[in-house]
């Protein structure tokens, strides 16, 4: 019964962790462009934009 007392908190702080980690991916935007990536593969090498 005492480990709860240990895992619970833990398990919020990195529940909490991975929130802030997400919403700091979101706001720089890394979930911008979803689809170019996933294009860019089908390229060949000449025909790819310069980043």
Known sequence: MNILAILIPAA?????????????ALRS??????DGAA?????PEDDRPNP
């Not at 919020?12 to 700091?24: D, N, R, S, T």
């Not at 935007?29 to 979803?34: H, K, M, R």
């Not at 294009?39 to 390229?43: G, K, P, Q």
């Open 12 to 24: 919020l702080v990195l529940g909490l962790i991975g929130l802030v980690a997400f919403l700091w």
């Open 29 to 34: 935007g890394q979930f911008e462009d979803l």
């Open 39 to 43: 294009e860019r593969i089908l390229l």
